[in-house]
């Protein structure tokens, strides 16, 4: 019987430490992340009037080094097109695989997300510079997807490319 507690400790523990292998923080990691990302979803995304805001030229930036970006704005509801790409409102909407969501969002913005989020099943989940919730980071993270937190996508992925 002390055996089974032992052996089901172990397996707690190891789950445990499992979800939180998912909380990409190290640059070998980041790396690997951004080197496998295609298509991203962009969760409060602004629109050209907007330009000056990081969540309108971040995304911008990201279609320029030759990624897929999906708009997601949160408000502007007459928008349908933001850099001439389509805008969907719901992550479930979105058609297709999605290798990241990058989300604008305040954190407190970010509960009534996590479980649209969670249908879409995206890779990762990138939160911006700013931007920690360790509660939907953890829900993300135990669901199998890898997550950063308070990083700019921008700045990484300039970062990755001078690199090589």
């Not at 070998?28 to 991203?40: D, F």
């Not at 000056?52 to 349908?80: D, H, I, M, R, S």
Request: aromatic share 8%; proline share 6%; charged share 30%.
């Amino acid at each position: 019987m002390r055996a089974k507690e032992e052996m089901s400790e172990k397996n707690e523990s190891r789950t445990e430490n499992d979800w939180r292998a998912n909380l990409v923080e190290s640059e070998e990691g980041l790396r690997e992340l951004l080197a496998a990302t295609r298509r991203v979803a962009v969760l409060g995304m602004k629109t050209e009037a907007q330009s000056f805001q990081p969540a309108f030229y971040v995304p911008q930036y990201l279609v320029a080094a030759g990624l897929e970006v999906v708009p997601v704005p949160v408000y502007y509801p007459e928008v349908t097109h933001i850099l001439g790409l389509e805008v969907y409102r719901r992550l479930s909407d979105i058609p297709g695989e999605l290798d990241m969501v990058n989300i604008f969002r305040r954190p407190h913005d970010i509960p009534p997300h996590v479980e649209d989020i969670l249908s879409k099943r995206p890779r990762s989940v990138w939160f911006q510079s700013g931007i920690r919730n360790d509660v939907a980071a953890e829900r993300f993270a135990r669901a199998g997807i890898k997550v950063v937190q308070d990083r700019c996508l921008m700045v990484e992925h300039r970062a990755l490319l001078r690199r090589h």
